[in-house]
């Protein structure tokens, strides 16, 4: 029942680093997401992918990128990390992304950026 | 500009004890209510979600009610447990793919 699976759960990079966070569902759902949760905020959309072969940028994509790479699969790299994307983030998904559908979410990935 | 206002920001009640947080929101135009709750630790769960048509939806001791017109929501607790300890978030969905979230109210329960 492992539902939506994130990795790594905790991270520490440095100034400049690149690194890419890993997500899968096995519900066989549509629509996957990219939020972060920063303190005394609620979450911010970051990227989204409305099916397979699909990627759209949300509130916050600047210094992102995003792969779908199968139905499953659906990961967010940091090319050049900085301070400002320390950060918790949590990959999402859901059947259709319509209304009445709700969002399963991972464990969250805590990252820091030194 | 589209927003989600929770408040209290943190509450602490007894077990046992019933509660109800309170979520309003500016976002436009509107499709959907959700709660989620997460906890310490953990990518947040849904509750309830209600669409435009429907003021009440209830998931066990949880009752979530809407009122589209003054753009106001609560859940309510009945009853709670120990194990209700957590953050409560009120998501508003908009056209699309755009979600809303809240910044949640922290609930502390002692026994």
């Known amino acids: 029942n492992a539902g939506v699976t994130q990795t790594p759960k905790f991270q520490v990079l440095k100034t400049g680093q690149s690194m890419t966070l890993q997500c899968a569902q096995d519900m066989n759902h549509n629509s996957m997401y990219w939020y972060r949760q920063d303190p005394g905020m609620g979450l911010r959309l970051i990227y989204y992918?409305?099916?397979?072969?699909?990627?759209d940028k949300g509130e916050v994509p600047n210094g992102y990128n995003v792969s779908r790479l199968n139905k499953r699969e659906f990961s967010l790299r940091l090319e050049s990390a900085a301070p400002s994307q320390t950060s918790v983030y949590f990959c999402?998904?859901?059947?259709?992304?319509?209304?009445?559908?709700?969002?399963?979410f991972g464990d969250g990935t805590r990252l820091s950026i030194l | 500009k589209n927003q989600v206002e929770q408040s209290p920001q943190s509450l602490i009640i007894l077990e046992g004890k019933n509660c109800t947080l309170q979520c309003n929101y500016t976002v436009s135009p509107f499709s959907n209510l959700r709660w989620y709750k997460q906890d310490t630790g953990r990518g947040p769960v849904s509750l309830t979600i209600?669409?435009?048509?429907?003021n009440t939806k209830s998931n066990g001791r949880y009752t979530a009610t809407l009122d589209a017109d003054t753009k106001q929501s609560s859940l309510h607790i009945t009853a709670s447990q120990l194990s209700d300890s957590a953050s409560y978030i009120c998501v508003v969905g908009s056209y699309g793919q755009n979600f809303v979230f809240g910044p949640g109210t922290r609930l502390s329960v002692l026994p």
């Open positions: 992918s409305a099916s397979e072969g699909t990627t």
């Open positions: 999402a998904s859901s059947a259709t992304g319509k209304g009445n559908q709700p969002q399963h």
């Open positions: 209600m669409t435009f048509s429907e």
